[in-house]
């Protein structure tokens, strides 16, 4: 079980040695330039120690960003969730940040290479889509992709051991099919795509799949490792099998093989096509091996994502039953919050109470570590404190806390932003904005075949109304028990996923003043289907988180009829149903952080 940690990155550690040992082993292979991504083989969100490359030789811990390093420039691409943190934390006298998706890896190669070079990087951290994707661009400048051994790995001489988790049975009435069932399913739509076999990379869809879960990760339950699955539905699994009791062996069966990890390649050659595999996911190398051994290579998506993002009622059940535990902690919470003077608080401490709330209510961890930002730290959206940086909570600010939990039976991520006193009109006003934004979503029913781009627009209209927005999407998939951020449906105005029922998505608009306040309100929602008086096929979403939204954030006067119902009907529901499972003082606050508008 992890904890979140908030050490201070110090600039002052190895970061310029370890850049200037990899240079020397980029000349030892004649290369120009060296790719270092965050990711690694799996493409999760977290990574273990062993795979952390990016910030062992940057000092970078966000958790997304790719650096790219020559004889004489090292710059570290990251988006703008992470600007001020990559200039907190990179040593700017030997790294520099720089703005991505404004410059892409192929723009910075394209300039630092103006004679063309060779360009060297991992194929087991990037897939055969960001590869083609570059090599197209970067070819007519006479710059080369090389795949090699990676060089960090080289120089890192006491780089940790790989992890070694439990792996735990998922029960099979929290999943609400057994693997064998899985297993079947997924045989079934190979023999109908002609297809031998599928090769999966992706943690979560192998834990998925077997009904297992892992330790290998913080936050992320997933048991790290790749698999192959054949049209008959036998699946070997490559990790470490010191992970497996005997009895996750005899609970898989004996069509489930588990081999160490070194054996992955031999299998992969030895296969017969057509093989299924996700460019979008798949490492280069995987498609390299196969293609070296001519085996047909059937490109698709990796056939277990949409069967893992559509929940079935057994997982959608799990997931409102870890929302009511998870509600009942955020009561306590809040509560906490109204019951102590500011100056006793600190956006450290207040992450810290929340997940000892939620160890009570019995997490297995949290779901992804807590965004606790005071005044202008909450325009940050994705600002994470540190001992360095680490503000008291102070009459007049914001404060905006994004958090989360892993439960046996779900998972949960919930934003509120609460009012530290009076914090003033202009942040009263883009609250309310942003809380319209999201009963807008909330209330929404829609044609069946909408994906996250066509309802995107409908979180942001009362922003957009008066020139306001924010630069990140409304939401993201939920897995059930599993990662936080899942693919491949999301809120967003890039996503075509077409939305279905049993989706689990975010709905968090928000708003960012920078250096004054920051505003985010998150609830999670099923998609489900709605009733329509000519007999179209309607969908809608169900909101199965319950915390109290801070009435004295809200200009009531701003609210239609319409939304003001909402905000009632949903507290009403939020007293209901969390009110039995909270101690009498934190429910006489509920009762009154619940009243109607």
Not at 323 to 348: I, K, S, V, Y
Not at 463 to 485: E, K
């Amino acid at each position: 079980m992890s904890a979140q940690h908030f050490e201070k990155a110090d600039k002052r550690s190895g970061h310029p040695q370890r850049l200037a040992d990899l240079r020397e082993a980029m000349a030892a292979e004649d290369l120009d330039a060296f790719l270092i991504p965050r990711a690694d083989a799996h493409q999760g969100e977290y990574v273990a120690d062993a795979d952390a490359r990016l910030r062992w030789l940057t000092g970078f811990s966000g958790s997304a960003g790719v650096a790219i390093v020559t004889a004489d420039q090292a710059a570290v691409l990251v988006d703008g969730r992470y600007t001020v943190q990559a200039k907190e934390e990179l040593d700017l006298d030997h790294f520099a940040p720089v703005d991505f998706p404004k410059t892409r890896p192929a723009d910075w190669l394209e300039d630092a290479l103006a004679d063309g070079g060779r360009v060297g990087f991992d194929p087991w951290l990037h897939t055969h889509d960001e590869v083609e994707k570059l090599r197209a661009r970067l070819e007519d400048d006479n710059i080369g992709l090389i795949p090699v051994e990676n060089l960090v790995d080289r120089i890192w001489s006491d780089r940790p051991e790989p992890p070694k988790g439990r792996v735990r049975l998922h029960d099979d009435r929290l999943a609400g099919a057994s693997a064998a069932d899985k297993r079947a399913r997924i045989a079934g739509e190979l023999r109908k795509a002609g297809q031998v076999a599928a090769v999966i990379t992706l943690a979560d869809s192998l834990s998925w799949l077997l009904n297992i879960r892992g330790s290998d990760l913080p936050c992320n339950p997933v048991v790290l490792g790749f698999a192959v699955i054949d049209e008959h539905g036998a699946v070997q699994v490559f990790a470490d099998p010191e992970k497996f009791g005997a009895d996750i062996r005899q609970a898989l069966g004996n069509e489930v093989s588990i081999i160490h990890p070194k054996g992955f390649e031999a299998a992969l050659a030895n296969l017969s096509g057509p093989v299924r595999l996700d460019p979008g996911s798949a490492p280069e190398a995987v498609f390299s091996i196969l293609q070296d051994r001519d085996v047909t290579i059937a490109e698709a998506d990796d056939p277990l994502v949409m069967a893992k993002a559509t929940k079935n009622e057994a997982e959608i059940e799990g997931m409102r039953a870890a929302h009511l535990a998870d509600g009942a902690a955020m009561a306590r919470f809040l509560a906490l919050l109204d019951n102590h003077a500011p100056g006793d608080l600190t956006e450290m401490s207040v992450a810290h109470k929340l997940e000892e709330f939620r160890r009570e209510a019995g997490i297995l961890d949290i779901s992804f570590d807590t965004i606790s930002g005071v005044g202008h730290h909450a325009a940050l959206p994705h600002y994470h404190a540190s001992e360095a940086s680490d503000l008291p909570l102070e009459n007049g600010k914001v404060l905006l806390v994004d958090s989360g939990g892993q439960y046996e039976n779900g998972t949960t991520d919930i934003t509120r932003t609460i009012a530290v006193g009076d914090v003033g009109d202009a942040a009263r006003d883009a609250f309310t904005r942003v809380l319209q934004g999201m009963i807008a979503v909330s209330r929404l029913r829609f044609p069946q075949g909408l994906s996250g781009r066509d309802i995107d627009a409908v979180a942001r209209a009362p922003l957009w109304s008066v020139g306001l927005d924010y630069d990140h999407g409304t939401g993201h998939g939920v897995g059930a028990a599993l990662c936080v951020h899942e693919g491949p449906a999301r809120i967003s105005r890039v996503s075509e996923v077409p939305l279905q029922p049993g989706m689990i998505l975010s709905n968090e608009p928000g708003y960012y003043r920078e250096g004054a306040f920051g505003i985010r309100i998150e609830n999670l929602l099923v998609v489900i289907r709605a009733e329509s008086p000519d007999g179209r096929d309607m969908l809608g979403f169900e909101t199965i988180t319950f915390a109290p939204i801070d009435r004295r954030m809200i200009v009531t006067d701003m609210l239609s009829p319409a939304e003001r119902d909402w905000l009632n009907a949903y507290h009403a529901q939020v007293l209901d149903l969390i009110s039995p499972r909270v101690d009498d003082e934190t429910r006489a606050w509920l009762e009154k952080a619940t009243a109607p508008v």
